[in-house]
Every structure is written in structure tokens, then in C-alpha cells.
């Protein structure tokens, strides 16, 4: 049997429709998983939801709430999605109780930061010296700048010149990293590119969209998705 995704679907801002690019679901099927969408449900549901799959992938999206890592909000934080926030992160703190594989994308990334204790910059153009370009103007396909791999036991094996280049497409960021955090790649203006949860089987952020690159044969993003359904099948072959 084949690994079960669940994927998260944004919310539009008129609240009534999903989205969800399907780079996503290609990315999962190249690497051999079956990718199912997950919308929003009350907390109450989430534990059943994720009794349904084996691995979970968290996309890009709405700007995450302030108040959650106790901030108040900077004038250019984006508009908020209350009930995606409260999902997500019911969703993400069970995923790492239960030691379900996941992936997160830009916001993913963020969530996974977030519940486990970690701050952003609510406007990385504004809150950091001398950023780089962090909101791109081109498709994802296209990489706008450089990161380095520091650490951790998932990305810098796969990238063997120690850097790549990547897409980019954020305003938040992350300031200070969580509880067991490892910071696995940075840009070249010291902003966190990745993290992982080292003690975890296979718990992953990035601020990029590897999934763009992966679907276009790009080898090294094609592995990390790999990596994360083959995870996820190893923990279905556990637990179903």
C-alpha cells in the first residue's frame, strides 16, 4: 500500500473557497504517495483526520497570527485567517505527538516554528538589516537567491555543494526558532531558510517551495520529497 498525504488547503479571502496549487499533488505522486486535501475542521475532529493518513504536508498562505508567539501586529502584517491558524496548529502539535512524518512550505514552515515556541518577523523587508529579496516578482519555477546548509539530518546530506539556490515568496519569517529547533539552512542575509526536529522521525520546514523545483526534475528537491513519503510509508507500515 501506498503512503496517505493529507495536504492543507488554503482558504480564499472571501472564506468560502480552497485552493490548493497542484504542484503539491504532483510532487507527492512522483515520489509514490497518494495525496489527499484536507480542509479546515473544528479541533475536535482533528485526531481522526489524522488517524485517515500517514504523513502530512503543510502549504504556503495566510500570514500567521501574532498573538500566538504574543506579539502585536506590525503595520504590514497581511490579513489574518483565525480559523486556518487554529487548525493548523491543533493539526501540527498532534502531528509531533504522534511522530507523523511532515513537510511544511513557507507558512508550514512558520506554524511548525510557532508551536513549538519560536517568534517571526512579521515583515522581514522591515524588521531585518539589509534583507535580500524575499518576495519575488517571477514564478516559483525560478530560484531568486542563495541558501547555505548549517546543520541538521534531512536537507545537508542531499545538497553536496553545501548551497542552492531558491524560490521565494514570504513576508514573515522566522526571528527566534523554538524549543528543539535545529536550523538546517539560512540566506545569505541570515534569515532561517529550514528546520527540522532532529528527535523526530521526519519533521521538516522550508521557507522555499521545493515541490516547484521538484516537479521540473530538479534531483535534490525531488529527494526531499521522497524522503518524506517514504517516511511516511514506514510509519503506515507501523501503525496501520
Same mark, same amino acid.
Given at each position: 500500500?501506498?503512503?496517505?498525504?493529507? /495536504?492543507?488547503?488554503?482558504?480564499?479571502?472571501?472564506?468560502?473557497?480552497?485552493?490548493?496549487?497542484?504542484?503539491?499533488?504532483?510532487? *507527492?505522486?512522483?515520489? &509514490?504517495?497518494?495525496?489527499?486535501?484536507? !480542509?479546515? $475542521? !473544528?479541533?475536535? =475532529? /482533528?485526531?481522526? /483526520?489524522?488517524?485517515?493518513?500517514?504523513?502530512?504536508?503543510?502549504?504556503?498562505?495566510?500570514? $500567521?497570527?501574532?498573538?500566538?508567539? &504574543? =506579539?502585536?501586529?506590525?503595520?504590514e502584517t497581511g490579513r489574518l485567517n483565525f480559523e486556518m491558524d487554529e487548525f493548523d496548529s491543533t493539526l501540527l502539535k498532534q502531528v509531533i505527538a504522534r511522530d507523523?512524518?511532515?513537510?511544511?512550505?513557507?507558512?508550514?514552515?512558520?506554524?511548525?516554528?510557532?508551536?513549538?515556541? +519560536?517568534?517571526?518577523?512579521?515583515?522581514?523587508?522591515?524588521?531585518?538589516?539589509?534583507?535580500?529579496?524575499?518576495?519575488?516578482?517571477?514564478?516559483?519555477? %525560478?530560484?531568486?537567491?542563495?541558501?547555505?546548509?548549517?546543520?541538521?539530518?534531512?536537507?545537508? !546530506?542531499?545538497?553536496?555543494?553545501?548551497?542552492?539556490? /531558491?524560490?521565494?515568496?514570504?513576508?514573515? +519569517?522566522? @526571528?527566534?526558532?523554538?524549543? &528543539?529547533?535545529?536550523?538546517?539552512?539560512?540566506?545569505?542575509?541570515?534569515?532561517? =531558510?529550514? *528546520?527540522?526536529?532532529?528527535? @523526530?522521525?521526519?519533521?521538516?520546514?522550508?521557507?522555499? %517551495? !521545493?515541490?516547484?523545483?521538484?516537479?521540473?526534475?530538479?534531483?535534490?528537491?525531488?529527494?526531499? *520529497?521522497?524522503?518524506?513519503? %517514504?517516511?511516511?510509508?514506514?510509519?503506515?507500515? =507501523?501503525?496501520?
Open positions: 500500500m501506498k503512503p496517505i498525504i493529507g /495536504v492543507t488547503a488554503q482558504q480564499q479571502e472571501n472564506l468560502h473557497d480552497y485552493k490548493l496549487q497542484p504542484v503539491y499533488i504532483q510532487a *507527492i505522486l512522483q515520489e &509514490g504517495g497518494i495525496p489527499v486535501v484536507l !480542509p479546515i $475542521v !473544528p479541533a475536535e =475532529e /482533528v485526531e481522526e /483526520v489524522l488517524d485517515l493518513v500517514d504523513g502530512v504536508v503543510m502549504t504556503g498562505g495566510w500570514d $500567521v497570527d501574532p498573538d500566538y508567539y &504574543g =506579539e502585536e501586529p506590525h503595520p507523523m512524518p511532515f513537510f511544511g512550505t513557507c507558512r508550514g514552515m512558520q506554524m511548525l516554528n510557532v508551536v513549538t515556541g +519560536g517568534t517571526l518577523y512579521q515583515s522581514v523587508l522591515d524588521q531585518m538589516d539589509n534583507p535580500v529579496k524575499h518576495k519575488q516578482d517571477h514564478g516559483r519555477e %525560478h530560484p531568486v537567491h542563495h541558501v547555505d546548509f548549517v546543520g541538521g539530518k534531512i536537507l545537508e !546530506p542531499l545538497f553536496e555543494a553545501g548551497r542552492t539556490r /531558491v524560490n521565494s515568496s514570504h513576508n514573515q +519569517g522566522v @526571528k527566534t526558532v523554538g524549543e &528543539g529547533v535545529t536550523v538546517s539552512a539560512v540566506a545569505p542575509d541570515g534569515l532561517v =531558510e529550514a *528546520i527540522e526536529l532532529e528527535d @523526530k522521525r521526519f519533521i521538516l520546514g522550508t521557507q522555499w %517551495h !521545493p515541490e516547484n523545483f521538484a516537479v521540473n526534475g530538479h534531483m535534490p528537491s525531488r529527494q526531499i *520529497i521522497s524522503a518524506f513519503v %517514504h517516511a511516511s510509508l514506514d510509519y503506515r507500515e =507501523e501503525h496501520r
